[in-house]
């Protein structure tokens, strides 16, 4: 990559004078606010999106930088953040959590040119953004465990909404606050689960259960 | 012999996962042999249109077929979307098609009937049809309201206005009920228009103009 930025006067000296750099850390603030307020289907929606945009996902201009940069970007945030941390050996849903994760990872790219910042470059940006938004409660998002996650798929997978909703076997109904970033996250991995629905019944699936969710959370601020 | 599920048998089979309807927001939707339904948040007006009349023979896959069919069908009936919160005026004499806000599964050895609450039927609310509700099905539940009284009924989303009862069936074959399962509103997200002509095409009169 760097041979061919060369051949036309790109080197990695000059790199950052010739890029535009007030339009590129725009992209690449949006992708960290994007992370910390929507969390894993951020990830899974970047990782299919932005591909679909530059194919090879190499391609940039001095206004954008290359997918490649923002992906790589985001899936190490997503590690710095614990997101891809899987539930200990013998959990339900550590499988498939695994599986999901697996599939993001191969998005990212390992040409070196790739990772836009360090480690502990991008730590701190991510700090200062989630202190940020997480002062202003629901805007940051908040890692559901594994349990919740497990509950959430298992529904997709029978073809049910995943709400927080269920009826006790005294007939007592019990709810539950479920973010739609939850309901979401659980929807991308139920998608890369071998014998899934078709994406698009999840899609609505999770659509639908977005929607009854604030009916239930309606209720429970009446009740 | 087919018996109506009791109060104590829905909520056995709810909680054990093998019925479903969901989300149940108060307990006071259980009662003693149905579980009330909610409205959902859309609602289809049929509206007069470009179409004359209703034709099964427009609705044949002889006759039309493709996207341009589909758009034809879909055009009498105009969306609304309407939030928690909102409401919308139902006018007399004026029909729609909503969903309930409950996700119903019925496993293969129920049937469900589908009601209005008589509550809203005294105030002219009418869900006529479309009462039976198969074994195996899954998704919303279309209500076909009408309002036959004589002045305009607000509905808002969340109100309880209809209800559902159980049956349990004598002699269910589980292969035939799935193959009777490829209806046409398995897996239904939300209401809308039916195939009034299916497999019914030897009785239509194809030549028969829907326009004038």
Not at chain 1, 21 to 34: A, K, T
Request: aromatic share 8%.
């Amino acid at each position: 990559m760097l041979g061919k930025m060369g051949t036309n006067g790109i080197v990695q000296g000059n790199f950052f004078q010739w890029a535009n750099w007030d339009s590129w850390i725009e992209e690449i603030l949006c992708d960290l606010v994007g992370l910390v307020s929507f969390g894993p289907s951020f990830v899974a929606a970047q990782c299919n999106l932005l591909p679909s945009i530059n194919l090879n996902t190499y391609g940039f201009g001095p206004r954008h930088p290359s997918s490649a940069w923002r992906i790589n970007l985001i899936l190490r945030g997503a590690t710095i953040l614990g997101f891809d941390s899987l539930p200990p050996e013998g959990h339900a849903c550590r499988d498939k959590i695994q599986r999901f994760w697996d599939k993001m990872h191969l998005s990212r790219k390992t040409d070196s040119w790739c990772d836009v910042l360090t480690d502990a470059q991008l730590s701190d940006a991510l700090a200062g953004v989630s202190q940020l938004l997480h002062q202003h409660t629901p805007a940051g998002y908040k890692h559901p465990d594994a349990d919740v996650v497990w509950k959430l798929v298992r529904s997709l997978e029978q073809g049910i909404p995943p709400v927080g909703f269920e009826l006790t076997a005294e007939g007592v109904p019990a709810y539950e606050d479920r973010d739609f970033r939850e309901i979401l996250y659980a929807g991308w991995i139920a998608s890369v689960q071998q014998n899934a629905q078709p994406f698009q019944i999840l899609n609505r699936l999770c659509e639908h259960a977005i929607m009854q969710q604030s009916a239930i959370n309606i209720q429970m601020r009446h009740s | 012999m087919s018996a109506a599920l009791s109060r104590s048998s829905i909520i056995k089979r709810i909680s054990d996962g093998d019925l479903v309807v969901s989300p149940i927001l108060d307990a006071k939707q259980l009662g003693p042999s149905s579980v009330d339904l909610r409205m959902g948040t859309v609602a289809l007006m049929s509206r007069a249109g470009a179409q004359s009349h209703v034709n099964p023979a427009d609705y044949s896959p002889r006759v039309n077929s493709g996207h341009a069919a589909a758009q034809l069908r879909q055009q009498k009936h105009e969306r609304f979307d309407i939030p928690f919160t909102s409401s919308f005026l139902l006018h007399p004499g004026s029909l729609i098609l909503a969903p309930t806000l409950e996700w119903v599964v019925v496993p293969s050895d129920l049937q469900g009937v589908v009601t209005a609450r008589s509550s809203w039927a005294r105030e002219g609310l009418n869900i006529a049809t479309a009462t039976i509700v198969n074994p195996g099905y899954r998704g919303i539940i279309t209500l076909e309201l009408a309002n036959f009284g004589e002045i305009p009924i607000r509905l808002c989303p969340g109100l309880r206005i209809a209800q559902i009862a159980f049956y349990s069936l004598e002699q269910h074959d589980k292969v035939k009920d799935a193959e009777g399962l490829q209806g046409q509103f398995d897996m239904s997200f939300e209401p809308k228009a039916g195939e009034i002509a299916a497999k019914d095409e030897p009785f239509i009169n194809i030549g028969m103009p829907s326009r004038i």
